[in-house]
């Protein structure tokens, strides 16, 4: 029990700092230790948890099965506003009714595959952790995740609520908006949000 606490907070906490292989190996880690005392609670809690590192790594289709495997689950009350969220977002990356047919297939896998994309998961983790940088677009060279951010600050959104909305750490929205600011040449929200409205960003 303690082996799967443990390593439950510890990825939460590495995942501030965008490790985001190791994330998935202690997501993991946790949720066989759950699985094992048949703590279905913390199971959904931890598929939840593997649900963002699916997002984060730009792997929405799994993080639509996985969001199926959790709906098997009793829901954990401390993980059902970032479930929502996560739907919600998966719903923006890949479409309502491609959306419905993932979760619903994630949601008839035996437990055996549930794990088997589990563990594919963590490898694309790895990948995504030590990819380069994406190439950037021809909107004031701009990345498509920094398009991303600024069209939420241009929303009003605060870093945090940012962070919440797009499934990133709040560093990792305030290292994006600096970017921006620079690429832009720019020194405030307000300008960068008139400066892409301009460009047609927007």
């Not at 005392?37 to 289709?61: C, G, W």
């Not at 419905?100 to 995504?128: K, M, N, P, Y």
């Not at 605060?158 to 690429?183: C, D, G, Q």
């Amino acid at each position: 029990w303690l082996i799967g606490e443990s390593a439950a907070d510890l990825g939460r906490a590495l995942h501030q700092e965008g490790e985001l292989g190791r994330v998935a190996t202690l997501m993991r880690e946790g949720l066989l230790a759950f699985t094992e005392f048949r703590n279905l609670v913390e199971i959904h809690a931890s598929l939840a948890d593997l649900t963002l590192v699916a997002l984060v790594a730009d792997q929405p289709m799994r993080a639509a099965q996985l969001l199926g495997v959790a709906r098997t689950f009793p829901t954990h009350t401390g993980r059902a506003d970032m479930i929502a969220r996560a739907v919600t977002y998966t719903h923006s990356r890949i479409g309502e009714a491609v959306f419905a047919t993932e979760a619903e297939a994630g949601g008839r896998l035996a437990w055996h595959d549930v794990l088997a994309e589990i563990d594919a998961l963590v490898e694309a983790a790895f990948d995504a952790t030590t990819a380069p940088p994406p190439t950037p677009t021809p909107a004031c060279g701009l990345s498509r995740r920094e398009i991303e951010v600024l069209q939420v600050v241009a929303e009003g959104y605060s870093s945090r609520e940012i962070a919440e909305t797009l499934f990133l750490s709040e560093r990792t929205v305030e290292t994006h908006i600096f970017h921006i600011y620079n690429k832009l040449n720019v020194s405030s929200r307000a300008a960068a949000t008139a400066h892409a409205i301009r460009l047609g960003l927007l």
